[in-house]
């Protein structure tokens, strides 16, 4: 299973941004998708995740702001992301996993997207 993602870019806070994950090829086995984001100097963290089972779960800090949905047809998921402030700045990947369960850390997830850089200005 390769994911790629993209969708990234420069903007303003403030403004709209929605990110792509392209699976591959058809992967029954997947069971729970995800966003991740790395800012320079600090640690990967998870943004959104969601499962088979409707689960979702959303950074604190995104709530409200961002929104994980998935496209089964075109093999894609997506992550909405309004309202965008100069913090989330980083780099964001998608990630995907065999199991439901919505972890919280990287080690969670088994396959991995290249970043794309989300850059939010003032």
């Known amino acids: 299973v390769q994911l790629q993602a993209s969708g990234g870019g420069l903007v303003q806070a403030g403004s709209s941004l929605r990110l792509s994950c392209s699976v591959s090829?058809?992967?029954?086995?997947?069971?729970?998708v995800s966003w991740h984001r790395q800012a320079p100097g600090k640690q990967r963290e998870l943004v959104a995740s969601?499962?088979?089972?409707?689960?979702?779960d959303y950074e604190d800090s995104v709530k409200g702001r961002f929104t994980i949905s998935s496209d089964n047809v075109r093999r894609t998921f997506y992550l909405q992301m309004n309202s965008l402030k100069p913090e989330d700045t980083a780099v964001y990947y998608c990630?995907?996993?065999?199991?439901?369960?919505?972890?919280?850390?990287?080690?969670?997830?088994?396959?991995w997207g290249q970043g794309t850089q989300v850059t939010v200005s003032s």
């Open positions: 990630a995907a996993d065999d199991g439901e369960v919505l972890g919280r850390t990287p080690t969670f997830y088994s396959y």
């Open positions: 969601f499962n088979r089972g409707g689960e979702t």
């Open positions: 090829r058809v992967s029954f086995s997947i069971s729970a």
